[in-house]
């Protein structure tokens, strides 16, 4: 039995990308939802009293939208830091550079989890225009930083062909862990826009 107990916490749902497939936009009518600060220091004396009482230690996997885009990010990171709790952030490549990931580092991060949702022309219809090439040109910045670089895929309908592929240019980078997850539309307005694609 694994000693952590792990917790994907969304701290904010702020974004510089709007996947097709993301189900924070699912409804085009979203209002943009951010957690507090002082609820934030809350979740995580929650967190920590949970897994004490599981007599587990707690693994963080700091999410949203981009994590980084929270105003109070490095606050936060500050706090967990002090608490020596190991945690992963799963964001987007936009903000990352020598310095930010060094210092996401020297705060405890292991792990930055990009996604990578097909080859270039497939990955930039799904995400952002230029999403592919950033994200690939970031994977030996985190890796240099000490931090151990993962890529998630979403597999639907409209990649699963370029699986082989891309498993092959995930490769070539040198990425520490490659990783699915199945599209799973939010409800059924969504899943045949879809199927439109």
Partial sequence: MSKFFAYQWHITERCDQRCKHCYIFADAHHK???TPFESLV???DNILDMSERMKRLPYL???GGDPIL???FWDLLELVGSKKIPF?????????DE???ARMHS???QKYQLSIDGLRDTHDQ???KGSYDITLEKIPIIKASGMRCAVMTTVSAMNIGEIPPLIDVIAAHKVDIFSFARYCPPDKDSAAKWHKI
């Fill in 99 to 101: 310095e930010v990931c």
């Fill in 61 to 63: 996997y700091i999410t």
């Fill in 32 to 34: 943009i939802v951010e």
């Fill in 42 to 44: 809350k979740t995580l």
């Fill in 107 to 109: 705060l405890g991060c």
């Fill in 70 to 72: 929270h105003p109070r």
């Fill in 126 to 128: 799904l995400r952002k």
């Fill in 88 to 96: 992963s952030i799963m964001g987007n490549p936009y903000h990352l």
